[in-house]
């Protein structure tokens, strides 16, 4: 059943607010900005698994139990590649236009952490000292 015209304008509103609102969770249920695995990626890491399976045929040639073993990493690192999207490197991630922080030191991550939670909170619910 489609939505009358004031569901449908109601939506578009909903869709505009959690944009302004949100844009990384926005662009995280966009149906049109979906992640895919390239085929390139896929292909590489089919080749790392093939390339295992053959060292795993010559460590059953060869009695070479630490060759097996070898082999196995080889297979399980080309599967991750291939199924594994990769982390964006360019830019801020957080698409909410703030500047990285500076890198934590070893005793500060607990710390640090409820930091960003907590200013991401406050930025979500609007009363941000910051402004």
């Not at 939506?11 to 302004?20: G, H, I, V």
């Not at 609102?21 to 292909?43: K, N, T, V, Y």
């Not at 790392?48 to 070479?64: E, K, Q, R, T, W």
Request: zero cysteines; glycine letters at 10%; a positive charge.
């Amino acid at each position: 059943m489609p939505l009358s015209e004031h569901e449908q304008k109601m939506l578009e509103e909903m869709e505009r607010q959690l944009f302004a609102d949100d844009p990384r969770l926005a662009r995280a249920f966009s149906s049109g900005r979906a992640q895919r695995r390239s085929g390139r990626r896929i292909a590489v890491g089919l080749a790392g698994v093939v390339v295992g399976l053959v060292v795993l045929v010559l460590a059953v040639a060869l009695p070479a139990v630490w060759l097996g073993v070898l082999a196995f990493l080889i297979m399980l690192a080309g599967a991750v590649y291939a199924v594994t999207t990769p982390a964006r490197r360019g830019g801020d991630e957080s698409g909410d236009g703030a500047t990285p922080a500076s890198p934590p030191s070893p005793g500060d991550r607990n710390g640090r952490f409820m930091n960003r939670m907590e200013q991401r909170w406050e930025k979500r619910s609007g009363d941000d000292p910051r402004r």
